[in-house]
């Protein structure tokens, strides 16, 4: 059996317990993995791509090393837990310009700087085309894993959610983001949420949505509950990009690159939750709620699974 | 400029300090990053490499995933840091066979258990060939910088001196390995040693030898010392395999792959460190002495700077 075979998602769940300890701050295949230390969780994530798979057009190295300590510093936030420094694993073909290398870790840096982090240097490799690894750590005093019981409320964190996917539709339409400057910098500087940990000890559970919001809701539902959509974030500027609704309920489920946080709210917190992400100027727009049952529906229809793999 | 034209090394020394904290428990560029938490130093190291790069004949995914880990928990070791956990970074082609896949991270996993440690998870992506990006972390109460004073000894710490660069030559030359048990094993399951942790506090310095002990020595002498060895641990079946003692002498300077430590010990700590070692069971050999000056000299012949080098 071939890795195209069995798709993305089989393989990390067959590989994802292989070495992983027993009573860990949380289950293998989380968001991030760790281990107790001290009363604390410490939580390492690493997570690689493909320079030409995730530049868009006007994205350059320093974009792309942004993004790259992004996205492994969301799964950390995600969990609760403060990333403190990250490395870089670079693969660059020798012909690369020196510039080009320096551009990357800058953009890296500056990501790490702005989440109050910093780079802990980090390994060169010769490679074919130009690859990134982006690993992070940090301490969580309550990690929190993916869990959902029914009755819980959704919401979404963050303010990314349809931008980053019309940016990619506007990649491969070759369509110019002048006229939208917040798409462009969701998914130029998707930057995490540090006011993610003023929720701390609230939530019943969190994903980090990379993926596409369809297949980050797929995996909650996989839990064993049903997700029940009855809302979804519609900025103007999105609605604009899509030029009607359905378009851009569309760039909202299926775009995937938000780094952004689903958060499942027990009722009794809601208040709280509410008070304290204001506090912390942490957007959050009520999307729905967990139920009993399977499956994945926005305002009753079924929404299909469909978001990114890389096999 | 190209990165083919300023090489590794000089390449490496540009990007170490981008966005590294001060005041950090190590210096930009040593073997290790870290950053201060709480009165302990947390160090996270990231190494990477291409299968194709590592494999010796013979050698499978099982032993690559082993030698991943291998790698990057030598780093952590020499720095004084008990690595706690490790992250996988793979690129894998589509038509790989799944059973591949899980070998190398089986054999990752098998090395993070002999350390004590464990798999954290980590990321899959297509890429044109199988690369592996290894990070691991863990916790240094006195993390030990690359230092040195006119004065120290020099220890080779370890029994793969020799060994692994015999290997190597065996690789390229066609030949086998059958009759040369612990040469093999040494390339094929290099496992860092728990050991040095024992020497806590009795060091002034150490640097994790990777790239062939004559590359780390000049790694040393840049320090601002001369490096003088008057001795080398030649290994019966180094010498055997060799065929003669100058051929030997070669294996062990320009070998490569080792992950074993260069430890530079204080005169006056110099019984202890024995007998502690002694009591670790970690195999030390007293190679020679820093001095006042510049280079690096085997029984006072300059010895040439040749190793490893990706660019």
Redesign the interface.
């Known amino acids: 059996?071939?890795?195209?075979e069995?798709g993305?998602r089989a393989?990390?769940k067959?590989?994802?317990p292989?070495?992983?300890?027993e009573g860990?701050p949380l289950p293998?295949?989380?968001d991030?993995?760790?281990?107790w230390?001290g009363g604390e969780a410490?939580?390492?994530?690493?997570?690689?791509?493909?320079y030409r798979e995730v530049a868009l057009v006007g994205m350059g190295p320093f974009e792309v090393g942004f993004r790259g300590v992004a996205a492994t510093a969301s799964d950390l936030l995600v969990k609760m837990a403060r990333p403190?420094?990250?490395?870089?694993?670079?693969?660059?073909?020798?012909?690369?310009?020196?510039?080009f290398?320096?551009r990357l870790?800058?953009g890296?840096?500056?990501a790490?700087?702005r989440l109050g982090a910093?780079?802990?240097?980090?390994?060169?490799?010769?490679?074919?085309?130009v690859?990134l690894?982006v690993?992070?750590?940090g301490?969580a005093q309550s990690p929190l894993p993916r869990e959902a019981s029914p009755g819980d409320l959704l919401y979404l964190a963050g303010d990314r959610w349809g931008r980053v996917g019309a940016a990619i539709r506007a990649h491969y339409q070759g369509r110019d983001l002048g006229a939208f400057p917040l798409i462009r910098e969701a998914a130029f500087y998707p930057l995490p949420r540090l006011g993610l940990l003023a929720l701390r000890g609230l939530l019943r559970g969190a994903l980090d949505s990379s993926d596409g919001l369809s297949e980050t809701l797929w995996q909650l539902a996989e839990l064993g509950v049903r997700v029940d959509l009855e809302a979804l974030p519609l900025h103007p500027d999105v609605l604009a990009f899509a030029g009607g609704e359905e378009e851009a309920v569309e760039l909202v489920l299926f775009g995937g690159e938000e780094f952004e946080a689903v958060l499942v709210v027990p009722p009794e917190a809601e208040a709280q939750v509410l008070a304290r992400a204001g506090e912390a100027g942490l957007p959050l727009f009520r999307a729905g709620r967990v139920g009993e049952g399977e499956g994945v529906y926005f305002r009753g229809a079924p929404v299909p699974r469909r978001g990114y793999a890389?096999?």
Do not use: Q
């Not at 292989?18 to 300890?21: C, D």
């Not at 403190?84 to 510039?99: A, K, M, N, W």
């Open positions: 059996m071939r890795l195209c069995i993305e393989l990390l067959g590989l994802a292989i070495g992983y300890p860990a293998p295949g989380d991030a993995g760790g281990v230390m410490w939580l390492l994530k690493t997570d690689g791509f493909l403190l420094g990250f490395t870089l694993g670079l693969f660059l073909p020798g012909d690369l310009e020196v510039g290398a320096r870790v800058k890296a840096a500056e790490a700087r910093h780079l802990l240097g980090g390994d060169t490799n010769r490679g074919e085309e690859a690894t690993s992070g750590f301490p890389h096999f």
